[in-house]
């Protein structure tokens, strides 16, 4: 009964570490599209990082491939 108990356990571990990376990255990169945004874009910051949050990698392709203003 126990090695079940501690295979649970360790599978719980494994994707509760998953969750908070995966949370830490998605926040990375909405603080980095409004920072970018910011700087190289022409269009409104605060809505590509609220593009970016609710559809991250879609959002940050489609940030990049529109929303940077040309050089």
């Known amino acids: 009964m126990l090695p079940s108990m501690l295979l649970q356990f360790e599978l719980a ?9 995966t949370f ?3 926040i990375a990169l909405v603080i980095w599209t409004y920072n ?3 700087d190289n874009s ?6 590509w990082a609220l593009v970016v949050l609710f559809a991250p990698l879609i959002g940050v392709v489609l940030y990049l491939l529109l929303g940077r203003d040309q050089r």
């Open 36 to 38: 970018d945004a910011t």
């Open 24 to 26: 830490v990255v998605q």
């Open 13 to 21: 571990l494994i994707g509760f570490v998953f969750s908070v990376l």
């Open 42 to 47: 022409s269009h409104s910051a605060i809505l």
